[in-house]
């Protein structure tokens, strides 16, 4: 009936009869974790659960009633089982009391196996929190980079109208509108570009540099076409005529130039101006060779190139000219300057025939041309001022009024240019924000303006920086994350990685300071002492304003959202206060579409001043029970969210603590000094466990990476740096940014999506960071397998003497060794054969033919050197020239390159030279390669020299003898 217990009873009644039995199954049998003892009884116990459910029940369970409150059990009759069963127990009983040593000593190894087990059970939890696979965060590589395109001055557009270029830090930066990114930049090195001028084939470009010189130079390639040396001028405005053949350049010291681009000399100057010019315009019909100037002596004037005289000049303006346009096909002209007047000159007569009165000064002027669907032409004059406003004038219309389009950000507006074959407008205010407007009649016949596209020129400082995280968001439908980033600047930017397009969010009235995010939610703090709530939703295109918090009396400077929940915002201010407000009301209203409606808070849920000194950064912890602050004081404190009472001060820093993060996984905190290291926290008893130095500089922003088992830090060094937090190492380090990291967010891995980082700073760099761990090992793995490849290959050709192949080989992997070491065989080939001695009866082997065999195949694998990289065979040949052991060698591949090369082709060989380091300069190494050969030649001279005394010695030798 019970043949486990049967086959135990044999065994111990075996055991019995046999006691060397008992000692033998000792050492087969793995003895269990706990006592046998109690594993039988729990054996014995399942069995008898386990009958009693499969039919071998008790008398209770055989009637199938339910015992009333008072009834007896009724007493069981003994079965052989129950028998059975008692004496296993008594047997097991003397077994235990018999082995008990060789039991405690099984015991403890089970106890230290249990440990490992423990470990390897921590070990497979952390896999299972980051994915199945427990796989660290080791290499960032930039996926996204935010720079500069326009940093002021000079920006144009060629006539393709898909490409801009703009000044941009001294350099000409060349944006593509397809691309949306910076395709080329043109500079040269150790001056500073001032100004410049496109060509209508948008092939070739001039630009001055600040040493007065003007260049010539072709767009792909930067190279040097022509140059002209302004002595003592300074070119302020440059202009290329459609034709491409004259050069206009207009100086601070009011002359006009005109040069001829082919030939390359000056056709025009004129002097009769008494200002600085500021800006150049060839009539659009260049068979009329006209030119028009503005200047700062308040006149505009119209040159005759064919006559080379000034035709006329444009009085009457009472402030600087801040630009003029032509319009009706050139036949008029019309300016704006800052004495708030629009001026329309006719060209014909040379007169002044309008005069329009504005409310504002104005920047910018351009005029569109349409053609109405009655068959009328209208002409509209587009100028844009100081109130960032794009208004309208119907020049056809003398009664007309001015039409206001506010539907671009409301700053200042510098430049207008028009994108004639593609109806858009370019907009340049004064931020350096470049706005795209498709412009167009509607069906009543109004000009329309539509934002077709904004774009960031120039970020200045970028001070906070977070990820919109709508990938895991429940009503969000993007396949990636946005970004909101805030500058020195009163307006937020929302930015689209993919597409590069670009959002403002506009109603602070000072700098922003600080930004969080939850969801589509941000909140903003600024130094106009308010937090502001947005609404922004990618998705749908809903950029709007949800709430303003009032309360602080100074600078907001750091502001998050509780996590969890998202129904609370901390605030922490220059007035050393930390606030907690409630926005749960109004974000619940935003998701279920109710009400979008701007409110105003100017009530604090609770307020507190708990530090000394300026609070850098306020935190919610993951479950938004606790908030922490740190303070300029040295200090991290934690506080309970509902009271705002201190429930712990954490001391250890040595000054000023910019930022804090919690971790999400266990009770840590991380934070971030100015004494430059950074410091792990143990919430529980608030010890500080981990210290990580590195940091050259302050620590300024650190956070948590791969579920809390590393952290990333940025400093005012500006390094990121990738730290194992159980191993407390420096995992990498990455240096992009060239000044102070302000901003620093991370995003966990998710999906198909790596983690993700996004960097900030001073240098106006925004930078989003992936992890490409997997994909560098994988590279690695690749790489390492095609090396030992290769490497096994290379040993087969040099076994089977194949020298032609393997020399090209070595020369491919750059392995000086082995390609030394095929050359070394060649040259041994070489002297072998000239040291054999035939008779000259024998014809059995033609020494010429072997030779030349030997000598063609040399000459093949300098010849595929050459071809693969002259520079590196030159180096290779250099080292091996500097030593008397490899000399021969040396000298025999300068000898093929000689013969080789052509040398009379300076360009050629100039072209192939190239890959030359800066560092390394031709002269240098052809110097060393020519003092190390005449070394060498003087070497074996001497040495032929000496071998002449044999020669005398063995001649007077044989003459001795032969008397």
């Keep these: 009936k019970y043949p486990f217990l049967e086959s135990h009873l044999q065994m111990e009644k075996a055991s019995k009869m046999n006691p060397g039995l008992i000692q033998s199954r000792k050492k087969i049998k793995k003895v269990p974790k706990a006592s046998k003892l109690e594993m039988y009884k729990e054996m014995i116990k399942s069995r008898k659960t386990s009958l009693g459910s499969n039919g071998n029940v008790s008398q209770k369970q055989k009637k199938g ?17 129950n028998n059975v069963i008692a004496e296993d127990e008594e047997l097991q009983s003397e077994e235990l009391e018999q082995h008990d040593g060789s039991l405690n000593v099984d015991y403890n190894m089970d106890v230290e196996s249990e440990t490992n087990m423990e470990e390897e059970k921590n070990d497979t939890t952390e896999e299972k929190q980051s994915g199945g696979e427990l796989n660290f965060c080791k290499i960032l590589k930039p996926s996204f980079e935010l720079d500069a395109i326009y940093t002021g001055g000079k920006i144009e557009v060629g006539d393709s109208e898909k490409t801009l270029y703009a000044i941009c830090n001294f350099t000409i930066s060349v944006y593509s509108f397809e691309q949306k990114k910076v395709i080329h930049t043109i500079k040269q090195e150790n001056e500073e570009i001032a100004n410049f001028g496109v060509a209508p084939d948008e092939k070739t470009l001039v630009y001055f540099t600040k040493n007065n010189l003007l260049r010539h130079v072709n767009i792909s390639d930067n190279s040097q076409l022509r140059i002209w040396k302004l002595h003592s001028m300074y070119a302020s405005a440059i202009k290329i005529d459609k034709t491409g053949v004259l050069l206009a350049i207009g100086t601070t010291t009011g002359i006009v130039q005109v040069y001829d681009l082919r030939k390359g000399h000056i056709t025009h100057n004129f002097t009769n101006n008494r200002g600085p010019i500021q800006s150049l315009q060839f009539h659009p019909n260049p068979q009329k060779l006209l030119l028009i100037s503005s200047s700062e002596d308040l006149t505009i004037k119209l040159y005759d190139l064919v006559a080379s005289s000034c035709l006329t000049t444009f009085q009457g303006f009472d402030a600087t000219i801040s630009g003029f346009a032509l ?14 007047f629009i001026r329309l000159f006719d060209l014909k007569s040379m007169k002044k025939i309008a005069q329009l009165p504005t409310d504002e000064e104005m920047h910018a002027i351009e005029t ?8 009328n032409v209208i002409s509209l004059l587009v100028v844009g001022g100081d109130s960032g406003v794009l208004k309208t004038l119907d020049l056809s219309d003398s009664a007309a009024a001015m039409i206001e389009h506010p539907y671009i950000p409301s700053q200042t507006i510098r430049n207008i240019i028009h994108l004639q074959k593609e109806k858009r407008l370019l907009i340049v205010n004064q931020d350096q924000n470049l706005i795209l407007l498709k412009y167009g009649l509607n069906a009543d016949g109004k000009l329309t303006f539509e934002i077709d596209s904004q774009m960031s020129a120039f970020n200045d400082e970028v001070i906070d920086a977070k990820f919109i995280k709508m990938r895991n968001y429940k009503h969000s439908q993007l396949k990636t994350d946005h970004v909101v980033f805030a500058t020195n600047n009163e307006n937020i930017r929302v930015l689209n990685p993919l597409t590069r397009e670009l959002q403002f969010l506009i109603g602070h009235k000072d700098i922003v300071m600080s930004i969080d995010t939850y969801g589509p939610f941000v909140v903003s703090g600024s130094k106009d002492n308010t937090l502001r709530l947005w609404y922004c939703d990618p998705s749908n295109k809903k950029y709007l304003p949800l709430g303003t918090f009032e309360g602080h009396t100074g600078s907001v400077g750091s502001v998050f959202f509780a996590p969890n929940k998202g129904h609370r915002v901390v605030s922490a201010s220059v007035d050393k206060s930390i606030k907690i407000w409630d926005v749960q009301k109004i974000i619940n209203s935003a998701i279920r579409n109710e009400s979008f409606e701007h409110r105003v808070i100017s009530q604090a849920l609770r307020t507190t001043i ?10 919610f912890s993951p479950n938004d029970k606790l908030v922490a602050s740190a303070s300029q004081d040295r200090l991290i404190k934690i506080f309970d969210s509902e009271t705002l009472k201190p429930v712990m001060i954490l ?12 971790s999400k996984y266990e009770k840590l905190l991380a934070s971030a000094s100015g004494d430059r290291t950074l410091k792990i926290w143990n919430l529980g008893d608030g010890s500080c466990t981990h210290t990580f130095e590195g940091h050259e500089n302050a620590v300024l922003k650190v956070d948590w990476l791969c579920y809390g088992l590393e952290l990333v830090s940025a400093g005012a060094d500006g390094i990121i740096k990738l730290w194992n937090v159980k191993k407390m190492t420096c995992v990498n380090t990455f240096e992009k940014h060239n000044g102070k990291i302000w901003s620093l967010d991370a995003r966990e891995a998710d999906g198909d999506h790596p983690i993700q980082i996004i960097s900030g700073g001073n240098d106006s760099l925004l930078c989003i960071w992936d992890d490409v761990t997997k994909e560098s090992e994988l590279e690695t793995k690749k790489v390492e397998g095609e090396k030992i490849q290769n490497q096994q290959k290379l040993r087969n050709l040099l076994r089977e003497k194949n020298y032609l192949e393997a020399g090209k080989l070595a020369f491919n992997l750059n392995h000086s060794q082995s390609f030394t070491r095929v050359l070394e065989s060649v040259l041994l080939i070489i002297h072998q054969k000239t040291e054999m001695i035939f008779d000259e009866n024998d014809q059995s082997m ?20 050459i071809e693969k990289d002259l520079v590196r065979l030159l180096l290779l040949t250099r080292d091996l020239n500097s030593t008397s052991k490899h000399s021969a060698i040396a000298q025999l591949i300068l000898k093929q390159i000689v013969s080789t090369v052509n040398l009379t082709d300076t360009d050629s060989f100039v072209e192939k030279l190239k890959n030359l380091k800066k560092d390394q300069k031709a002269d240098d190494l052809f110097g060393i390669l020519l003092a190390y050969s005449e070394r060498h030649h003087d070497r074996v001279r001497k040495y032929l020299k000496k071998s002449h005394y044999l020669d ?10 032969s008397e």
Excluded: Q
Aim: glycine fraction near 6%.
């Design 327 to 340: 319009t009706n096909k050139g036949m008029s002209l019309i300016s704006s300057s800052y004495d708030r």
């Design 846 to 865: 033609d020494k010429n033919e072997e030779e030349t065999e030997t000598d063609r195949m040399l000459r093949e694998l300098v010849a595929y050197c």
């Design 610 to 619: 708990p530090h000394d000194k300026d609070i850098n950064c306020v935190r």
């Design 651 to 662: 001391r250890g820093h040595k000054r000023g603590v910019w930022d804090i993060s919690f």
């Design 952 to 961: 005398y010695v063995l001649k007077s030798c044989s003459a001795l003898t």
């Design 65 to 81: 009633k339910k015992l009333n409150k008072g009834e007896e059990h009724p007493i069981e009759e003994e079965s052989p089982s």
């Design 368 to 375: 569109l041309t349409f053609k109405k669907r009655d068959g």
